[in-house]
């Protein structure tokens, strides 16, 4: 079992024309992941070409494709300009999951698009998120699927490749994953860590969580009261930004201390104080996960 | 991107919110000139993007032109925080019967612009909050309907009781709304909101951070950025489409990604050095990018050691590599390197790097020690 996608996942590419879109589309091809439309404004009626030779088929809005193609999960590509109204249209077209990869669209977009996104009833994940993957099953977005391997461990995270260092050695140690999920590095995001981790206490597979955050905001200390209560299965956590000083933006726009709020300290606090194993390095997740899972 | 206070001033002008007239001087005559023509009182006033200007002697109040020349005199390049300041605001000073505070940030649990307000002003509202939480309303905006009129109202009504100055508060809320929203700010403040003896309710200070990720549709709020406020080095990198923040060590890091590269520093830190810097290559391949961070990295005296540290993904390894032996023609590095790659196309990153005479690891833990003993040695 997996979280968000799985094989019953039809997937649409929103900009699956453009430099990133086309390149991840074949990627998710190659994967296995059923890709059944691609969306370009004014290339409605051409096929986009897989490097595997796939064929999908292009529609200019994402109504079309549900109409046509039945998909009910969009992948988003598009540059920052157009991706909070591509988030729109998806949502209004009936798309239940929403994944936004775009990086830097303007926050005050975001208020708008999540909330419309909340008001159609379906889900977002990200932006500026690397997407999720569940091994061997699906992938959205942008995850490398050869560090992956299907097992028990649900892995939820904040940031792309901080994330893949830590799937790439849990498999490497034998350890597969359920669904690893970006929820993305942005101020205002969609699913947060709170749905995610309810998400995979949902999941009769999922055995552990391992949950990596950074600095900014309080989603991961909010995270971690909620896991004490409602969460039967053990969490591993790592925060991320222990040496970045207060007010500066650390790369991701949300990665910032405001004041003095949303420190690497406060978040491991609050992970300790709700039962929460801290890795101090990436290296000790995997250990502390084998130690969760007594194998 | 911070700006200003006569910047941010002007925005506020543009908005219709009441601001006491003035202009920046870059020179004791010029700030003469503009208290002349401004007549009276004047406050000259340090531009820096800083907070605790009044306490480090960077605003002043002068009663005469001469006295605003000299007070520009001791205040241009004096430094406040490490920065250098190169202009000040010469202003009208207004008399204060009382001082109140009004902001908008994005709040991010609620996902909302959101007003705080206070009627103890001219303070740092932060400690308002820690010590006297009640002292502060707040109102989340629901971005569907904008600030509503009875919201606005609400928001003046909790700062005044009198109705003139309501009325005029409440114009001003609605105007401070337009301009966060106009604007794509991630903060906008009034520290404070006086109201003069007469019962005028004016904007004395102003502190705007505009969101990044908006300027693209905003040419001319990006034509405020004011490059002498942030270091060389940070220019170089936003121009390189890298996104790197300047620290006080002497382990140099190189890393794909933000979380990677936090991660890394941490464990810099961890392995008993000190980071030099936090920089994101980012997840593009384009070797240039590599050979722009390395100059970047190489400015800097303080390093000592230089960290590579990189998880191909998306990211190709052999691009990075490439990236880094290309740099090595072009300029002159005599800081070691230590570097690790993993993942997309990793034998061939390392392939490259060898025949370039560069040894690699494919571990983190082992190549973050050994940068930290290197530059521990040197």
């Known amino acids: ?295 | 991107m911070d700006i200003h206070e006569y910047q941010a001033k002007e925005l506020f002008r543009a908005a219709g919110i009441p601001v006491p007239p003035g202009r920046v001087a870059t020179s004791p005559d010029e700030a003469r000139q503009i208290a002349q023509e401004l007549g009276g009182k004047v406050v000259v006033k340090a531009q820096v993007h800083s907070g605790g200007r009044g306490k480090a002697g960077g605003v002043k109040l002068a009663s005469s032109p001469d006295e605003a020349a000299t007070h520009a005199g001791a205040i241009l390049g004096m430094s406040i925080r490490g920065l250098e300041v190169k202009r000040v605001l010469v202003t009208v000073a207004e008399d204060i019967a009382s001082e109140a505070y009004v902001g908008i940030l994005v709040d991010r649990t609620t996902q909302r612009p959101m007003f705080m307000v206070s009627a103890e002003g001219g303070v740092d509202i932060e400690e308002v909050a820690a010590t006297n939480p009640d002292a502060i309303r707040k109102l989340r905006v629901d971005p569907r309907y904008g600030l509503l009129p009875h919201q606005a109202y609400g928001l003046a009504n909790f700062l005044y009781t009198d109705p003139a100055q309501v009325k005029q508060a409440t114009r001003i809320m609605a105007q401070l709304y337009e301009a966060f929203i106009g604007n794509s700010c991630s903060l906008a403040e009034i520290n404070p909101l006086i109201v003069t003896p007469t019962g005028e309710v004016k904007a004395i200070d102003a502190k705007v951070s505009i969101d990044e990720s908006a300027l693209f549709r905003l040419p001319e709020v990006e034509a405020l950025r004011d490059l002498d406020a942030e270091p060389a080095a940070e220019t170089l990198a936003r121009e390189a489409g890298l996104s790197f923040v300047k620290l006080d060590g002497n382990v140099g890091c190189c890393v794909n990604g933000a979380g990677l590269a936090m991660a890394t520093m941490d464990l810099v830190k961890t392995y008993g050095g000190e980071p030099a810097n936090f920089l994101d290559i980012g997840g593009s391949s384009n070797p240039d990018k590599v050979v722009a961070a390395l100059e970047i990295i190489t400015a800097d005296p303080n390093v000592k050691a230089i960290l590579f540290n990189i998880f191909g993904g998306i990211t190709r390894c052999d691009d990075v590599a490439t990236g880094i032996v290309e740099a090595s023609r072009r300029i002159r590095i005599d800081t070691p390197i230590v570097i690790r790659l993993t993942g997309t196309n990793e034998a061939e990153a390392l392939e490259i790097l060898a025949e370039a005479g560069f040894s690699a690891f494919t571990g983190m833990d082992e190549v973050v020690q050994k940068a930290v003993d290197l530059a521990a040695q040197a």
């Open chain 1, 1 to 295: 079992m997996s979280i968000f996608i799985d094989d019953s996942t039809r997937l649409v590419v929103q900009g699956i024309t453009g430099r990133d879109g086309s390149f991840h589309t074949s990627q998710m091809l190659e994967y296995g992941t059923r890709v059944v439309a691609g969306v370009t404004p004014g290339k409605g009626g051409q096929h986009f070409t897989a490097l595997n030779g796939d064929r999908v088929p292009i529609f200019n809005t994402v109504e079309e494709a549900v109409a046509e193609e039945g998909a009910n999960t969009s992948a988003i590509y598009v540059p920052p300009a157009f991706a909070a109204g591509a988030i729109m249209e998806s949502a209004d077209a009936g798309i239940h999951f929403i994944v936004a990869i775009t990086e830097g669209i303007p926050v005050l977009d975001m208020t708008r698009a999540a909330q419309f996104v909340k008001d159609r009833g379906a889900r977002l994940l990200g932006p500026n998120c690397p997407g999720a993957i569940s091994p061997g099953t699906a992938k959205v977005g942008i995850i490398p699927g050869q560090i992956t391997t299907p097992g028990p461990v649900g892995v939820v995270s904040r940031s792309g490749t901080l994330t893949y260092e830590a799937v790439a050695q849990l498999t490497a140690a034998g350890i597969g994953q359920t669904t690893c999920v970006g929820i993305g590095g942005d101020p205002v995001i969609g699913t947060d860590f709170i749905d995610t981790l309810r998400a995979f206490g949902e999941d009769p597979d999922t055995e552990a969580v391992v949950m990596i955050g950074e600095i900014g905001g309080t989603d991961e200390q909010e995270a971690a009261a909620w896991a004490r209560e409602h969460l039967q299965i053990p969490v591993v956590g790592f925060i991320a930004g222990q040496t970045a000083p207060p007010g500066r933006r650390m790369g991701h726009a949300g990665a910032i201390i405001s004041g003095s709020s949303g420190t690497a300290e406060e978040k491991i606090r609050a992970f300790e104080e709700n039962g929460i194993a801290v890795a101090r390095r990436p290296v000790d997740i995997r250990d502390l996960v084998r130690e969760c899972l007594g194998a």
